[in-house]
């Protein structure tokens, strides 16, 4: 089956300091591979995706590099803010055996970032 | 744009009661999954509706269930709650079914067993 292992938290750093959280991911099919963010109280936003192998998805500062030969997707920030504090969430999206395109998405289990002033 | 919206906010409920959940989409989008969020099982997928068909089921006992309506409105109903039932639940919507668009959460309902 599908699934996404996160690096396990909460993390905590300075501002300005350099951010990864790693994620693996196991997949049959063709998965795509997104990261997205949850502020305390908020559903979940899309941080940034990557749709096939080497694609790097990029937003807000964050990066994150499709490696198929490690089945990895870790996210990076050269320099945090306090207001970055949020739950990061791993996720991929893949087809079935028959190579059908479905919607949902196979999470990890969420890394809790403070960063501090 | 008006972006996914969940009512009620917040339910308090009593073992064995029943609860419906409500999602509208943003205009336009076919696609309507829910996702169940709990602090020990993270998040869990239940279900994607597209074009008012169940097109993929998750994990969870026959007691949760749920449709979409031909304006792409969705429902999901529990049946006979338990107390681990009491979870964050969010609904995301995609303009299409691939793997590859973006998913849009809303902001969740909040469900208390008691």
């Known amino acids: 089956g599908n699934s996404v292992t996160q690096m396990e938290g909460p993390v905590t750093l300075s501002e300005e300091a350099f951010l990864t959280i790693n994620c693996t991911y196991t997949?049959?099919?063709?998965?795509?591979l997104f990261w997205y963010v949850q502020y305390p109280g908020e559903g979940l936003q899309l941080l940034l995706k990557a749709t096939k192998a080497d694609d790097k998805g990029s937003n807000k500062g964050f990066e994150a590099t499709y490696r198929k030969e490690t089945t990895s997707f870790h996210l990076e920030k050269g320099s945090v803010q306090v207001s970055d504090s949020a739950v990061y969430f791993c996720a991929l999206s893949t087809t079935n055996a028959g190579g059908t395109s479905y919607g949902k998405l196979t999470f990890g289990q969420g890394t809790i970032l403070t960063v501090h002033p | 744009k008006a972006g996914v919206t969940q009512t009620p906010r917040y339910l308090i409920k009593t073992r064995g009661q029943q609860v419906t959940l409500s999602c509208s989409p943003i205009s336009g989008h076919r696609s309507v999954s829910w996702y169940q969020q709990t602090p020990g099982q993270g998040l869990q997928f239940l279900f994607e509706?597209?074009?008012?068909?169940?097109?993929n089921k998750g994990n969870f006992p026959g007691r949760f269930s749920g449709r979409q309506f031909s304006n792409s409105r969705s429902e999901m109903n529990v049946s006979t709650l338990e107390l681990g039932d009491s979870a964050l639940y969010l609904c995301?919507?995609?303009?299409?079914?691939?793997?590859?668009?973006?998913?849009?959460f809303g902001q969740g309902t909040r469900l208390t067993v008691v």
């Open positions: 995301a919507s995609r303009v299409g079914g691939s793997r590859n668009t973006e998913a849009f």
């Open positions: 509706y597209f074009s008012e068909t169940q097109r």
């Open positions: 997949a049959t099919g063709y998965p795509s």
